[in-house]
């Protein structure tokens, strides 16, 4: 079951002039110094990107720092040794606090698919059941309440 989308942001540290009424397009990308997780920890939606910025702008993109962590990720970037592509809700309070800002990402947008799944051949217990419509509940109220900017 699809939970949410949610779109990717070009984020960096609290001096760059990043501002999320100001997209940045693929096509620009390779101008910025990025942390990203290492190969083995890369989600295949910042991969497929990654080839698409290669296939757009020509060029490599800049990789600064490879983390070996998310918390090194944002550390990295909060540091100021480069920008990373991260989803708001991974970096809300962050954002909030300042010490992180963003831009949306645009000339296409990078999502994800937040989804749950079942083994369609099990039997669950009516707890189980219970906790998914509790957790569909709290993603519906986060989504609701601007916590978890996502569609």
Known sequence: EELLV????????SESDLSPGQP?????LWQYPLVLPATQYQPESIR?????????SGREPQISVVADSF?????????GLGYTLMPLS??????RSGQLRYA???DPPMTRKIVMTTD?????????????????????QLIADGVWPAM
């Open 71 to 79: 918390h090194h990720t944002k550390g990295s970037v909060v540091a």
């Open 104 to 106: 949306p990402l645009r």
């Open 90 to 95: 991974a970096f809300y309070h962050e954002a």
């Open 6 to 13: 949610e779109e990717f942001t070009l984020v960096g540290p």
């Open 48 to 56: 497929s990107f990654l080839k698409s910025l290669r296939d757009l």
């Open 24 to 28: 940045v397009s693929l096509k620009d």
């Open 120 to 140: 369609p051949a099990s039997q669950f217990p009516r707890a189980a059941e219970l906790v998914k419509t509790l957790i569909k509940q709290e993603v519906t």
